[in-house]
């Protein structure tokens, strides 16, 4: 037997692909289990001289800024590129999801990332709040960047699944695979193990939508907006637009002018919820507790449901994204009579036909199934199915009867890099 060339890396034979979204130690553990070890163990012993890094990495946290040595190290082992499993971490969504980690300079960074535009105010209307060691979305605490984590419980009960990295960042309310909401998932892994499973609770429309879009900005990274329906956003700007909307519906409406106070009061009685959530001294959004945060998520979701319909109009050109574009008449040319669609003009008739079907799907689980496999027939990826049943979706046809890829029997979709 000839042995191996003391410069040759071997791949691990076994090494599962990364789910969309999926965190770095999520996906570790997932390999880990294969040899029935443990992610130190694993990289202690297996990555050659990146192997000295593992312990104080593991200490740091893999999912924050693991080095750059130990991340070549995993791809030479598993084929995946540096820069997709720098994508798993959150140092990989600098500067989308926020300008740098270092929280030092937290003012100036608050100032350009959340109020340097608007979107449902007035330029300028949000006024200035004095903010020390800040950076977006992260806590800024000595035990770390994370907060309380969510997981789906429905997702939960799938033990191959993974863990997504922005499970334990709070950008989001649902999961859009199963159109419910996320719960604390200490509960969620005690029911697990008592086989006393927690419930899983429907997530409203408006909460689906919002999610969903956060969702394909975080898996393709581009999203389409409402108010520009035909061109893509870059996920950094929707998520700095979430964040600003964020802040807008936590500001005192005594700071705001009688259009804008209408607005944010119409958002908060919507929600059925007392205006700011209760809160009685502004804080920025890392620092609210967990209700709150939940709370004002879903007073977002709820005003880009009511922009999308035209029940409040924001105040900005950012703004403008939330809301459908106006019909603009276009002369249609002289009319004659080779040109005038009689009564049976084939295309006005499918128009109506199609609308006929969307308008049932969405009271109809059956339709919708049946739609959401007609609009999938050609897909193999997931990406691509995904975007297809978000479109459904944001066509007013609930989550819930559009099931996942995985529930619809597509165990054939491929991830991008694969395609």
Known sequence: MTADRPDRIRRWPVHPVPEPGEALTSWLTRIADRYDMSVSLLLRH??????????????????????????????????????????????????????CLDPADGQQMFDNYVRSDSALLLPAEAGTNVVTRWRPWLSTHDKGWRTAQRLCPACARQPERGTALFTAVPVMLSCIEHGCLLEPAAPVRVGLALKEPVAARPATDAVIALDTLTWTALTTGEVLLPGRPERPVHAGLWLRMLRMLLDEVSISTSRLGIRSTAIVERIWNTTGQPIRAGLAVWKPYERLDTARQQAMLEAVATAVHLAEAGAITPGSTLGELLTRPRHRSV?????????????????????QDAENVVTAARSDPGTARWLLELFTRRCKTLTHFNLERAFLMNNGIPAAYLPGAYELGRSDLLRDDQA
């Open 46 to 99: 297996n990555l050659g001289a990146a192997s000295m890094l593992v312990e104080a990495a593991v200490a740091a946290d893999l999912d924050f800024d693991p080095p750059l040595a130990l991340l070549q190290a995993i791809s030479e082992r598993t084929g995946n590129a540096v820069a997709d499993l720098r994508l798993m971490t959150i140092a990989g969504w600098v500067p989308w999801l926020a300008d």
């Open 331 to 351: 002369y249609d040319g002289d009319v004659h009579w080779w040109s005038t669609p009689g009564p049976t003009d084939p295309w006005s008739q499918f128009w």
